[in-house]
């Protein structure tokens, strides 16, 4: 697998360079395609979306596509998905997200069939579903009070995949999140007992190699934290 589990994209020169490290050709002959459904499943402003996907737009790819999981048939994810170079899936309401592939077990089944030939960039949601601890008990420890049991995005009752143990938290120092300082990483540290990556926006963690036996580092221009999972 190769994957780059960023924090809002290819937010910098370093990360845009880990990517092309990872691709077997360069951009101007690769094709990307670009999940949307983590950000419609999120309401209002989506001026950051915009800017993220012109930033990507930007590589000079060959051919970009949009697709939204939840609104095609099974063969017509499959085929478009396949076709691409590289999945790059949106931010957004990772809750969403994570219910998209959890209503169809074709798209589980499909995602780690690619994971093991394409390579993946994540953003944000995007990033965040694979971790085995993307469960409620993890949602509460991160969630503001306020965000706890959206009407609309409940919490889902199990992950999607379940991939690693550690679990990614994006937006530490966010200009869209001033709450996410370090005082309020400290915070989550006390209560979780699990490892977390607490990634800025100009961080990201990198994955290769076969999975079970996966290389993992960051790459940052920026700040992160790593949570061993001991609370105090």
Do not use: C
């Given at each position: 697998?190769?994957m ?10 370093t ?52 697709i ?38 074709d ?33 509460k ?28 938290k ?33 961080s ?8 079970g ?20």
């Open positions: 697998m190769k780059l589990l960023t924090s809002y994209g290819l937010h910098n020169a990360l845009v360079s880990a990517l092309a490290d990872m691709m077997p050709k360069p951009f101007s002959e690769a094709a990307v395609i670009v999940v949307l459904d983590a950000t419609v499943g999120l309401s209002g402003d989506k001026g950051w979306f915009l800017a993220d996907f012109d930033r990507l737009r930007q590589l000079g790819w060959r051919e970009m596509d949009l939204d999981l939840a609104s095609l048939p099974p063969e017509a994810t499959r085929d478009r998905l396949q076709y691409a170079d590289v999945i790059y899936v949106e931010g957004g309401e990772e809750q969403h997200l994570a219910r998209v592939f959890l209503e169809r077990d798209l589980v089944e499909l995602f780690r069939k690619l994971l093991e030939e394409k390579v993946y960039v994540g953003v944000s949601a995007g990033s965040m579903i694979f971790s085995r601890r993307f469960d409620r008990r993890a949602e420890i991160f969630s503001r009070p306020a965000d706890r049991g959206y009407d609309d995005n409940p919490i889902v009752a199990s992950p999607p995949f379940g991939l690693f143990d550690w679990f990614i994006p937006h530490l120092h966010g200009v869209y999140f001033p709450e996410q300082d370090d005082a309020w990483a400290d915070g989550i540290a006390v209560l979780a007992d699990f490892p977390i990556y607490f990634l800025d926006d100009d990201a963690i990198r994955v290769q190699g076969e999975a036996r996966e290389v993992t580092d960051v790459v940052s221009e920026g700040q992160w934290r790593l949570h061993d999972g001991r609370t105090l």
